[in-house]
């Protein structure tokens, strides 16, 4: 009878484990453009995620990134974005399609925050590919860190105010 029971709650155990593992969100890629690629675009394909708090498809944009953007984040980000919380937590990703105005898509931009990876710079992996997947630029990129660096205040994010 005891044996049973024993046997009862280890099967139980494991059935249990094997839900909560297989309903995680797939693991965090390395800081590596192509990592990254094809973990926004094959292992958790980013345009099932979330679009920024408040914003929907398409909506304009400024210099220099495009006509027309549509941005996605990771619910970590989401909720820190609409919770106000100041800052975007590791692990974090937001992926920012850039369209012309004819709405065609020009190029893709990513900011994925890694812990330690570029600390004097609040750990911002950025990432930029064209459409066809070829990456331009990735990794500590001089430009994109400087002129998002305008919002240092802000955790180098322009698209809305982290704060209270
Ligand atoms: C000259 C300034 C400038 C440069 C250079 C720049 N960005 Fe941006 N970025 C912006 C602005 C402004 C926004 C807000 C969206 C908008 O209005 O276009 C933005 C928004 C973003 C966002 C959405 C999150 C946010 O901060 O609002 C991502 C992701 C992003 N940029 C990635 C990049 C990457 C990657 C690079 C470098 C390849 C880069 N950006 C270079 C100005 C810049």
């Known amino acids: 009878m005891k044996g049973r029971l024993l046997l009862s709650a280890t099967i139980l155990v494991i059935f249990l484990l094997t839900v909560i593992a297989g309903g995680c969100a797939p693991g965090t890629p390395v800081a590596d453009g192509t990592a990254l690629y094809n973990h926004i675009t094959k292992e958790n394909e980013y345009k099932k995620w979330k679009m920024w708090p408040g914003k929907q498809a398409l909506y304009p944009g400024t210099e220099p990134h495009g006509a027309l953007l549509t941005t ?15 800052s975007i937590p590791n692990g974090s990703i937001i992926v920012k399609e850039n369209y012309m105005p004819d709405k065609t898509l020009a190029a893709v931009t990513v900011m994925y925050k890694v812990k330690g990876y570029d600390s004097a710079n609040n750990d911002w992996f950025w990432l930029k590919y064209a459409p066809n997947g070829a990456i331009d630029a990735q990794g500590k990129v001089g430009d994109c860190i400087a002129c998002h660096g305008k919002r240092r205040d802000n955790d180098f994010i322009f698209t809305g105010s982290l704060k209270p």
């Open 72 to 86: 996605y984040v990771t619910d970590g980000a989401f909720s820190a974005i609409d919770g106000k919380k100041g």
